[in-house]
């Protein structure tokens, strides 16, 4: 289970983890805002908390919660207050409604570890919110294991689709994952021996530090509150752009190997940034930008509804299934999306507007690169590069392959690549 029981997970949104956002609307502003303090409880309850957590409940003019947390604290002079649901939406108003009283906030383990503390931080703001954390579940799981802690990948199930879990297996890697209920350890088998990772090593924790902890196989009666561990055994996947093309299930339209390894060189991937996925094929590239950080995004836009579902279940398969795919056809069903940090366009340059429907949303230092792969095509990208700038390069890619008794080499069809940076222009 995570860190914080509630339904609503802070993984679902990467922007939630941000603390350096603004305030959502709604969120008071003034100095008479709540004092928030957010404690983490432990499966032992009030037995386990300190004097400071408890002397926290104990001040407190309102209590809030899950009905989980709540019930693990004696009775209490505070008012209590359940969260509302939809969760996420609904915090604004019910902070507002307690403006200026004394609240304390019942959380699970660490709040700080994918909890309702990462959320409140962003909602109320940093000077707002004190945390006291509990230890959380990734370090009593790492203790119960043997396992150090800065060794071991973690994956949250809560909120999020299990095939996220596929993005970090790995043979030898240790890998825990946060079970959104008593039915995750089953599916996490079940993917395991859908991946070829069927020979790995699982072990179920549950309710970790209270009386009744139990730690061993994956049992036929899991709990709702537990973790996952894996000591994966299976076939590895590399973690640099330009997959095999077999990775990918495709009806021809895929950005071959060398000519994708390259391409994510152009694009230069980095951390928390977002890329627009322009013709997506089969989502290849928008995949791989993905894959190059657990926090990069990708928007995949792609006109044919069935390439569209094939993208989706590629990029689940390959450990991103949070890339979003946009059916329609651009630069028309480019209207609304967000920002983007770089743009490939791997189909459909030549229609018009294209270049410049992407050029125009570009955020200043983004990267804008086009693979055309046709005569028409080349010549909008080199009118667009006498306009913009950037460089031209040639790929022309041979593969041997049998020549009747012999080895000959077969060329791919050339492509021709533009690449070219925004400035602070705006």
């Known amino acids: 289970m995570s860190d914080d029981g509630t339904a ?5 949104r990467p922007d939630l983890h941000a603390v350096d956002t603004p305030a959502a609307p709604g969120a008071p502003e003034d100095p008479v805002a709540p004092d928030v303090w957010v404690v983490g409880i432990g499966a032992d309850g009030w037995d386990g908390l300190t004097e400071a957590a408890r002397d926290a409940f104990r001040k407190a003019d309102v209590i809030m919660g899950g009905p989980r947390q709540l019930g693990l604290l004696p009775s209490l002079d505070a008012e209590r207050a359940l969260w509302p649901s939809p969760m996420l939406p609904g ?3 019910l902070f507002e409604a307690h403006r200026g009283r004394r609240i304390a906030v019942a959380a699970s383990g660490d709040p700080m570890f994918y909890g309702i503390g990462t959320t409140l931080v962003r909602l109320l703001g940093a000077g707002r919110v004190r945390v006291v954390p509990h230890a959380s579940s990734l370090s009593l799981a790492c203790a119960r294991l043997g396992w150090p802690v800065e060794d071991t990948e973690v994956v949250s199930a809560v909120g999020r689709p299990l095939p996220v879990l596929n993005a970090v297996l790995a043979p030898g890697r240790r890998v825990l994952v946060l079970s959104a209920g008593a039915d995750t350890p089953a ?19 549950e309710r970790l530090g209270a ?14 509150l537990n973790v996952v561990a894996i000591r994966c055994a299976g076939p590895g996947t590399s973690v640099v752009p330009g997959l095999p093309d077999d990775s990918y299930d495709h009806d021809g339209q895929l950005t071959k190997r060398e000519v994708r390894a390259i391409t994510l060189a152009r694009l ?3 951390p928390g940034e977002l890329l627009w996925d322009v013709g997506g094929g089969a989502g290849s590239i928008g995949i791989e930008w993905m894959r190059a950080h657990r926090s990069c995004r990708a928007i995949a836009i792609e006109e044919r509804e069935r390439r569209a579902a094939r993208i989706e279940a590629n990029a689940a398969a390959l450990g991103v299934p949070g890339l979003r795919v946009v059916v329609g056809e651009a630069p ?11 743009v490939l366009i791997g189909g459909g340059v030549t229609a018009p507007g294209m270049v410049d429907a992407c050029w125009e949303a570009l955020r200043p230092g983004g990267r804008l690169v086009v693979n055309a792969v046709t005569i028409e095509s080349e010549r909008v990208v080199t009118q667009a590069r006498e306009r913009l700038g950037g460089d031209l390069t040639r790929i022309e890619i041979g593969r041997a392959a049998p020549v009747g008794g012999f080895t000959g080499w077969r060329p791919m069809m050339p492509v021709t690549q533009w690449a070219v940076t925004r400035g602070d222009d705006r």
């Open 8 to 12: 609503s997970h802070d993984t679902t």
């Open 91 to 93: 915090l604004p108003a």
């Open 187 to 205: 599916e996490i088998k079940a993917l395991l021996d859908e991946r070829g990772y069927g020979a790995s090593e699982v072990t179920v924790l």
């Open 211 to 224: 009386d009744d902890e139990r730690v061993g196989p994956v049992p036929d009666d899991p709990g709702a």
């Open 268 to 270: 230069g991937p980095v």
């Open 332 to 342: 028309a069903a480019l209207a609304g999306l967000p920002a983007p940090d770089a």
